[in-house]
């Protein structure tokens, strides 16, 4: 029940808060926990990094965006094609980061067992639904 406890905190703490060496220090400790071999912890780490990677891209456009609309909001005219063309180059940075985040997925995806995949998602699964 210990570990249990331990493994939940550690998955809930890596995913709920900013990115951080303590977080990357988390994210290795619920790795380790899952027994896998040295490269499938690895494979784990860059999933981690990779899912952060992500979230970072899309929390990094809020300020962003909220200081767009105050912009626009105070501006004598809205320039709808400038700000259609700064959003794709938005998603497109965010595109980028989601298909290093599948292609990472994927590559640990082959090297897990079934019974470890198995194991694997139902830790994540039940620390998901903590956050809810």
Do not use: C
């Not at 905190?9 to 040295?38: C, D, H, R, Y």
């Amino acid at each position: 029940m210990k570990k249990l406890v331990s493994i939940l905190l550690v998955v809930v703490a890596m995913f709920a808060s900013k990115p951080t060496l303590a977080n990357e220090a988390l994210a290795k400790l619920f790795i380790q926990s899952q027994g896998f071999t040295e490269q499938q912890e690895a494979l784990a780490l860059n999933v981690f990094n990779a899912f952060k990677a992500v979230t970072d891209e899309v929390k990094s456009s809020k300020g962003s965006i909220k200081l767009f609309f105050i912009d626009a909001a105070n501006s004598e005219q809205l320039d709808a094609n400038a700000a259609y063309e700064s959003y794709k180059q938005w998603q497109t940075n965010v595109d980028i980061r989601v298909l290093h985040l599948l292609e990472s997925m994927s590559q640990l995806h082959a090297e897990l067992t079934p019974e470890q995949k198995q194991a694997f998602m139902a830790k994540l699964i039940k620390a998901s639904k903590k956050d809810d």
